[in-house]
């Protein structure tokens, strides 16, 4: 029997109960959802409190595009159209230490967006079990193509070194200095990728 085809697209609303779960487990393993959430057992269900809303709204946008295999979601991404950069953040009211950090990213990595327009890849991450599969790299190529079907340049911002070279073989370059996060976080790099520009 032969392994179902990966497709990529965009998700649409009716799949958001299939998809969240999916961000929720790809994007809780993440280096800087490990960073902002260090409790490995408390981190999936603070990723969902703090991301849902966001991503509710991508998928309303068109914006969430996951990689499907069959007919399951196996990764997804946050690819949002900007005319520079972005507005200042809606930061978290609380101060546990989960959202202080998230508020920390958000603020720090604000303020690095160039201020042309722009498509911002915002997250992408496989699901940990399907790592390997070439998900990654077929995002990469859908999201390439919307920008250069926008004449658009796309951001991003690297978290670990694998990351960083998996969009340097597809063609982004770094883009000034690294973001270090406080309180020991990951370190973040800013890329750039011309498109069709």
């Given amino acids: 029997m032969s392994m179902p085809r990966l497709t990529v697209r965009p998700s649409v609303p009716s799949e958001f109960g299939t998809v969240l779960p999916v961000c929720v487990e790809a994007f809780a393993d993440e280096a800087v959802s490990a960073w902002v959430e260090p409790d490995a057992e408390r981190r999936q269900e ?87 599969l070439g998900a990654g790299t077929a995002i990469l190529r859908y999201g390439l193509e919307h920008a250069r079907g926008l004449s658009l340049p796309v951001y991003l911002e690297a978290s670990t070194p694998r990351n960083r070279k998996l969009y340097a073989r597809h063609g982004f370059e770094d883009h000034g200095a690294p973001i270090r996060l406080p309180e020991g ?13």
Avoid: I, K
Wanted: no cysteine.
């Fill in 46 to 132: 603070h990723t969902r409190e703090l991301f849902e809303p966001s991503l509710r709204a991508a998928v309303e946008a068109g914006q969430l595009v996951a990689a499907f295999l069959g007919d399951d979601p196996v990764a997804a991404s946050v690819w949002v159209d900007l005319p520079g950069a972005p507005p200042d953040p809606d930061l978290p009211e609380d101060d546990r230490q989960a959202a202080r950090r998230l508020a920390a990213v958000l603020s720090a990595t604000g303020t690095r967006h160039p201020d042309v327009p722009h498509v911002y890849l915002s997250a992408m991450a496989a699901l940990p079990r399907r790592r390997g």
């Fill in 185 to 197: 976080g990951p370190t973040l790099q800013p890329m750039w990728h011309s498109a069709a520009v």
